[in-house]
């Protein structure tokens, strides 16, 4: 009897809304972020480094691994934490406003701007961490590469990855992009100063759309979905012909790999071709010039391409090395390798997220909420604590 | 570094030197006049600092915000202006430039030593947001330095109190005032800084948070400060625990700005 009698709803949500909670959590959720700086996470690192790390500190990994700090922005506890934390915001501010915050806010002065702007914070916390739970459940985000001419058909397999939220069901409704033109602007031969891709773009839901822009840092809004460029390379169009019969076995254009190194960038590849003799690497240098006979890449406008065909073991044992101008070919063994074109490629990050809009509310709205909580302090009034 | 920039640099690091020594020697031989003179010293490496930094954004064909020595370049001249800023129409005491002009030392020879030419703005940095992102990242940086220079003098005061020199300086109580109220300003423009960053991530990398490091240590930084400010407003954690939670809520904060690099790679480029 005397249980139930001290035991009463109020308390409870006092409880949970209790300051001492409120830092502690704080403090909670700073550990965890520590270790997801700390850590090797997924996502981040690649699951082999991430194994090896692992392997190289058994004890640390079998403290860490339960509680899922490898992974530990999308782990239970970390998930928990924040819940604990908007139940807390929830409770506080349902506390403050029950005791004494309506009767400071109907009385009017600095107390009352502080008292709103204390309600206004705590709302978009809680509008802040909804949002944010959105975006995790119900978010798509797909990358795909095309070069230019290639349309993209919304297929699982034609993106380079896809992943989506848990809540939400991959769904692919025939969207369809064509890379029309990819536009690089250049200073100084090597500082990209602009990215710009035009496309076609279509799906069900929406009129198509021809000759729309997208530039780096001026995403396309298409419907639900947005496209922002991610990188931007060269595709070389390689004929590969066996000498023998001149037959044309590919005729193809070859993505290669975008590598940044400090300010420069390097576009290399393999060609996957099993019927060539050796592993042949390919690089293309987009402007280059002779200097002791050897080329050296001066650019990166395609002002005077020149493709590089090396063929190796796979390690550092070079058995030839060969250029091709556009229009010229080199020879591996019974089979031509005919550089014929230069095409540029572009990535994009396809991206539906539900939870953008509320978070992006949010955000603004606690930064005009601390502004009201905080402006008696900022022209000099007494801080609220020494008030009451 | 062109010669205009680096007279310009050096100019103003002078003038910063002599404005030290000036406050220092005002409070050791209890000369009030030194303190004035330190000050506009001060004022005066402040008019160099800014021809500096005009040089270097109009080499550079853009604001100086994009590489280490640009960013220490015109973070210092945020510190720097806010506390003059303040110690000129807002009454704070000249001796927080005690603990602000050594720091601002560090990070701007910092800057000259990993100094590098200036190149056009990337297309990453082309976009409205990166004023926004840098003004607020800036000012909070000034603001939270300001904090801690009242932080650390009232530490000083408080534990060094038979020295002559720490009687002049104001009141602990002054300063802890101050402290509160710059810590207060640093927090709303962090607020902004984080905001305005997260949308320029949406427009450049189709996501408004990753988890990428220095984000998260950026968050942690905010966190931190969170915690001061609920610890003095709830716990009343005041005087000297608030101003040791301000020492280290800018080591935090500090390394967001030069150590994240250290804990692998990041999508920001940051200093």
Redesign the interface.
């Known amino acids: 009897m005397t249980l139930m009698r001290s035991f009463s709803p109020l308390g409870a949500v006092r409880l949970v809304g209790s300051?001492?909670l409120?830092?502690a959590i704080?403090?909670v959720?700073?550990a965890l972020?520590?270790a997801?700086?700390?850590l090797p996470?997924e996502g981040?690192?690649r699951r082999s480094e991430i194994a090896a790390w692992q392997a190289a500190r058994p004890a640390l990994t079998a403290l860490c691994n339960p509680l899922g700090l490898f992974n530990v922005?999308h782990s239970k506890v970390f998930l928990s934490a924040l819940a604990v934390l908007g139940m807390n915001v929830a409770a506080c501010t349902v506390v403050r406003m029950a005791d004494v915050g309506w009767r400071q806010i109907r009385a009017g002065g600095s107390t009352a701007v502080r008292t709103t702007g204390f309600l206004a914070i705590h709302a978009s916390i809680l509008l802040l961490l909804g949002g944010?739970f959105c975006s995790s459940g119900w978010r798509q985000?797909g990358m795909l590469l095309l070069t230019e001419g290639q349309e993209f058909g919304d297929r699982h397999d034609e993106y380079l990855r896809i992943s989506e939220g848990p809540l939400r069901r991959e769904v692919h409704d025939r969207f369809r992009l064509q890379l029309e033109r990819v536009d690089v602007?250049f200073?100084?031969k090597r500082?990209?100063?602009?990215?710009a891709a035009t496309v076609n773009i279509a799906d069900r839901h929406a009129p198509p759309q021809a000759g729309r822009t997208v530039r780096?840092?001026?995403?396309l809004s298409y419907g639900k979905r947005?496209l922002?460029i991610?990188e931007t390379g060269f595709s070389p169009r390689l004929i590969v012909t066996d000498a023998r019969s001149d037959s044309v076995l590919v005729d193809t254009y070859l993505s290669l790999t975008t590598f940044r190194t400090g300010?420069e960038r390097e576009y290399h590849d393999f060609l996957p071709l099993d019927f060539l003799p050796r592993r042949v690497f390919l690089t293309v240098m987009p402007d280059f010039e002779m200097r002791n006979g050897v080329p050296v890449k001066v650019g990166d406008d395609p002002d005077r391409p020149l493709l590089v065909v090396q063929e190796s073991d796979g390690g550092d044992r070079v058995f030839s090395r060969q250029f091709a101008t556009p229009g010229s070919e080199v020879t591996l063994g019974q089979y031509r390798v005919r550089f014929a074109g230069l095409r540029r490629w572009a990535s994009f990050?396809v991206?539906e997220?539900p939870g953008?809009a509320i978070?992006?509310i949010a955000?603004?709205l606690?930064?005009a909420a601390?502004?009201l909580r905080?402006l008696p302090?900022?022209r000099g009034n007494r801080?609220?604590?020494e008030v009451h | 570094m062109a010669k205009i920039e680096a007279v310009f640099f050096w100019l103003s690091v002078f003038p910063y030197a002599c404005a030290f020594f000036l406050i220092l020697l005002s409070l050791v031989l209890n000369r009030p006049k030194l303190t004035s003179a330190g000050i506009v010293s001060l004022w005066v490496g402040l008019a160099f600092h800014s021809a500096t930094v005009g040089v270097r954004w109009i080499s550079a064909g853009h604001a100086p915000v994009t590489d280490t020595y640009e960013l220490n370049l015109i973070g210092t001249w945020f510190t720097i202006a806010i506390f003059a800023g303040f110690e000129r129409w807002r009454s704070l005491p000249p001796a927080v430039g005690l603990t602000l002009i050594p720091v601002a030392f560090l990070v701007m020879g910092h800057g000259y030593v990993v100094w590098s030419a200036a190149?056009?703005?990337?297309?990453?940095y082309?976009?409205p947001?990166l004023a926004v992102h840098v003004l607020f990242a800036w000012f909070a940086f000034g603001s939270y330095a300001c904090a801690t220079g009242a932080a650390v003098l009232l530490l000083l005061r408080e534990h060094f109190r038979d020295w002559g020199a720490l009687r002049r300086i104001p009141e602990s109580a002054a300063l802890d005032?101050a402290n509160?109220?710059f810590v207060?300003?640093g927090?709303?423009n962090h607020?902004?800084m984080?905001?305005s960053g997260?949308?320029?991530a949406?427009?450049?990398?189709?996501?408004?948070?990753g988890?990428d490091?220095l984000e998260?240590?950026s968050?942690?930084a905010f966190?931190?400060y969170?915690?001061c400010l609920?610890?003095?407003?709830?716990?009343?954690w005041?005087m000297q625990v608030s101003a040791w939670l301000t020492v280290a809520a800018l080591g935090v904060l500090a390394i967001s700005f030069w150590g994240?690099g250290l804990?692998?790679p990041t999508v920001h480029p940051g200093p």
């Open positions: 300051h001492r409120a830092l704080i403090g959720v700073v972020a520590l997801g700086i700390l996470q981040r690192m922005f944010g985000s602007t200073r100084e500082f990209e100063t602009d990215v780096v840092n001026h995403p947005s922002t991610d300010g990050l991206v997220d953008y978070v992006y955000m603004w606690g930064v601390l502004l905080y302090e900022l801080p609220a604590s | 190149t056009p703005l990337g297309a990453a082309q976009s947001w005032l509160y109220r207060v300003l927090f709303v607020a902004v984080n905001v997260a949308v320029w949406k427009n450049l990398w189709g996501q408004y948070w988890w490091p998260t240590w968050l942690i966190l931190t969170a915690f609920h610890a003095r407003t709830f716990l009343k005041k994240v804990f692998g």
